[in-house]
């Protein structure tokens, strides 16, 4: 304002405004809202983060691993591949066996259609143990003879007992040798088979 415009406002009544007390503002820094959490140089640099977005924490240098803790890890992979390699094959072993089995089954039932000997209407009682407990067929009379002479054989199928000759005993033994349930040895002493005897009585008790 010129001094000439200044005069003419005093003359006019006008005060002069009186000098202000308060200190100027301070600036802003180039971040918008101040100094707050992010400033870097209240809360230092900030740590870096990870793809979940939390914080990384500082790791901790780790000791050099010795010759003697890579060998272990090395004998530690070995068995554990080892073992591995173990399961599987029994693992392809059992499957192996159990196709073979289910093979042999069919030929079996194959082989011993129209062979077997059972008669429906005998009434005698043959035991005989398989598999670790006491089974039984009926025959008759001459097929008792028979089957203690050897001349006659007994093969499982499917739960079932069934009675067949000496040589068809013996191809269902080279078909599956496991479905062979009574094959009496003609040569044997007498009285080693207590079963041949049709008056042997099985105990009640007797868990079949």
Not at 160 to 170: H, I, K, P, Q, S
């Amino acid at each position: 304002m010129s001094d000439s415009l200044r005069d003419q406002l005093l003359g006019l009544g006008f005060k002069p405004a009186p000098a202000s007390e308060r200190k100027p503002a301070p600036q802003r820094g180039p971040h918008k809202g101040g100094a707050g959490k992010g400033d870097p140089q209240k809360h230092g640099p900030r740590a870096a983060a990870t793809p979940g977005g939390r914080p990384r924490k500082p790791g901790k240098p780790g000791r050099p691993r010795s010759q003697e803790d890579i060998d272990l890890a090395k004998a530690y992979a070995i068995r554990a591949q080892k073992e591995k390699d173990e399961r599987i094959e029994a693992e392809r072993r059992r499957q192996e066996e159990a196709r073979l089995r289910r093979e042999a089954r069919a030929k079996l039932e194959a082989f011993l259609k129209d062979r077997t000997l059972n008669d429906p209407e005998a009434e005698i009682a043959r035991h005989f143990p398989y598999g670790g407990k006491i089974k039984r067929i009926y025959v008759n009379a001459d097929q008792l003879r028979a089957l203690n002479a050897g001349e006659l054989g007994v093969a499982q199928l499917n739960g079932r007992y069934l009675l067949v000759t000496a040589a068809d005993l013996a191809e269902v033994e080279s078909i599956f040798p496991a479905a062979v349930a009574l094959k009496v040895d003609p040569d044997a002493p007498a009285g080693e088979d207590p079963y041949a005897d049709p008056k042997y009585q099985v105990p009640d008790d007797l868990v079949w």
